[in-house]
């Protein structure tokens, strides 16, 4: 997502957890001036304010909010979890990324936009299936805990988007995901775009359409 911002002119600040070099890291190199790198780990919340305090008196047009996790073995019910696996990912996926919005929703002007990554296994309308009960559980469990935000902000002309990009071949999509980021990317970053100006929360896939809660 860095990339595709970058290819439509736009100047990004993206966060990574650890000191290892990244494809970040590699982006900056090949647009200097135009990309900052920022070390976060969203789970721990002195780290949130510690990066809300170095960006302040910023102003972001977006802030999204990408990390995520699964569980170990995907396979297993909720049932069968263990307590501390069940606790990591509601705790990465569910818990973290309302602190880091809330952190830093006021570096985002009133007609900006605030996003975050959910997925399509969110929807509790699509479930069919079942399976990944703990990532579908997650995802879930944001989707409500972004509504509520909206709830609390629904005077604001700020637009919230909660995407749905799709199974795309990344590291935790892995290799049988039908589709590529470089197939993806794109869409989802027109999906937000499209979204400026727009108050309000929307739950969208990559292509616009809106996922049943």
Not at 62 to 91: C, Q
Not at 180 to 204: F, T
């Amino acid at each position: 997502m860095a990339a595709e911002f970058l290819t439509r002119g736009w100047k990004v600040v993206g966060t990574i957890q650890g000191s290892a070099r990244t494809e970040l890291h590699n982006l900056a190199d090949e647009h200097p001036g135009r990309i900052e790198i920022e070390s976060l780990d969203v789970t721990e919340p002195d780290q949130i304010a510690a990066l809300r305090d170095r960006l302040s008196g910023r102003s972001f047009d977006i802030l999204f909010h990408n990390a995520g996790i699964a569980n170990a073995n995907p396979h297993e019910s909720v049932a069968e979890v263990s307590t501390e696996e069940f606790v990591r990912v509601m705790v990465t996926n569910a818990l973290s990324p309302m602190r880091v919005i809330e952190g830093l929703q006021d570096l985002v002007p009133a007609d900006g936009l605030i996003g975050i990554m959910s997925s399509g296994q969110g929807s509790i309308g699509n479930n069919a299936k079942g399976r990944n009960d703990i990532y579908r559980g997650s995802k879930a469990a944001l989707n409500q805990f972004m509504r509520c935000y909206a709830a609390r902000h629904a005077e604001e002309p700020r637009a919230l988007v909660l995407m749905a990009p799709g199974w795309i071949r990344t590291a935790m999509g892995g290799p049988d995901a039908p589709f590529s980021v470089e197939e993806a990317i794109p869409k989802v970053v027109d999906v937000l775009l499209s979204q400026q100006g727009n108050p309000g929360l929307r739950y969208l896939d990559r292509e616009g359409h809106t996922v049943p809660w």
